[in-house]
């Protein structure tokens, strides 16, 4: 019985020892630990969002994220990425129903009052055209209270026709 106990004894300390080993020894790595579709192929942590298939810009370009996996081709996972591109404005899904995804963003003032129009514009452009690459997903509704700069609506890929495909 004693040898049984200390054998178990022995396992634990080694399985301890083992995980701290292991153990993250930055913040950092930390953080790459806990998100790791934010760290490149060398295994370095990417603090910019990869969870994105475009990105539009000011001036209707386009980039497609060249990170871009097929496994991120899902709803919440592309709401997660603009959500970290986006740090003011919170997205969220409400359901998709047929061809539409339906959102809403229950505090919108940063949206719909001081981004501007031009900044509200290329918000959605980039809230529609990624979420439209998710298979099925035709039209994006978005809930937002009412303000000087946005309003709620329905949107497709074909509004957006104006941001052009550029290469990095």
């Keep these: 019985m004693k040898k049984i106990v200390l054998l178990a004894a022995i396992a634990v300390f080694v399985s301890c020892n083992e995980n701290k080993e292991n153990a993250p020894t930055s913040a950092?790595?930390?953080?790459?630990?806990?998100d790791e579709?934010?760290?490149?192929?060398?295994?370095?942590?990417?603090?910019?969002?990869?969870?994105?298939?475009?990105?539009?810009d000011f001036d209707y370009t386009?980039?497609?994220?060249?990170?871009?996996?097929?496994?991120?081709?899902?709803?919440?996972s592309l709401i997660k990425g603009l959500n970290e591109l986006n740090e003011n404005v919170f997205l969220q899904k409400e359901k998709i129903s047929g061809d539409t995804i339906y959102t809403f963003i229950e505090d919108s003032k940063y949206l719909a009052e001081q981004m501007g129009s031009s900044g509200a514009e290329l918000y959605v452009a980039n809230v529609v055209l990624n979420l439209t690459e998710v298979p099925g997903v035709k039209y994006v509704s978005i809930k937002?209270?009412?303000?000087?700069?946005?309003?709620?609506?329905?949107?497709?890929?074909?509004?957006?026709?104006?941001?052009?495909?550029v290469k990095e």
């Design 37 to 56: 579709t934010n760290v490149d192929e060398a295994g370095v942590y990417n603090p910019e969002s990869k969870l994105y298939i475009w990105k539009a």
């Design 28 to 34: 950092t790595e930390m953080k790459a630990m806990e």
């Design 62 to 76: 386009k980039v497609q994220n060249p990170a871009t996996r097929p496994t991120i081709l899902n709803a919440d």
């Design 144 to 165: 937002i209270a009412e303000g000087s700069h946005a309003q709620p609506g329905t949107w497709t890929k074909q509004n957006f026709v104006k941001y052009k495909t």
